[in-house]
């Protein structure tokens, strides 16, 4: 089992910045491939960033501004995101799983286990 806890989130004007950060403890946290999600209301689920050892990948919305990265020592995986946009406003989620590959790495059915979610809010 892994449990994963976000925090960072917060209330942010438009051009601004917010680093998230997920914290996982219960296995080795070199093992795993992780995810952010986002969720806003009225939406689906949306894959934000992957990130598994050197490799990295974004949603096209996201690419450029925000930066995904991990702290082995720390156990800790962190989202940096930069000129935040009104339509980033949403719940975002921390995610990870077993399979260490690429398949499917923007879809939220192939991870294992998630956090409870953290509120990122862009305001005008």
């Known amino acids: 089992q892994v449990q994963l806890v976000e925090s960072g989130g917060g209330l942010v004007q438009a051009g601004g910045s917010l680093t998230l950060a997920c914290a996982a403890s219960?296995?080795?946290?070199?093992?795993?491939?992780m995810g952010w999600f986002r969720q806003a209301p009225g939406k689906e689920r949306e894959f934000v960033a992957h990130i598994r050892g050197a490799y990295t990948y974004y949603a096209d919305a996201v690419k450029g501004r925000f930066t995904i990265s991990r702290d082995v020592a720390k156990n800790t995986v962190y989202l940096q995101m930069n000129s935040l946009k009104l339509e980033d406003t949403a719940v975002y989620y921390c995610a990870a799983r077993s399979r260490y590959n690429s398949f499917a790495y923007y879809s939220a059915d192939t991870y294992d286990y998630w956090g409870q979610g953290t509120q990122a809010t862009v305001s005008s």
């Open positions: 219960g296995r080795a946290f070199s093992n795993l491939a």
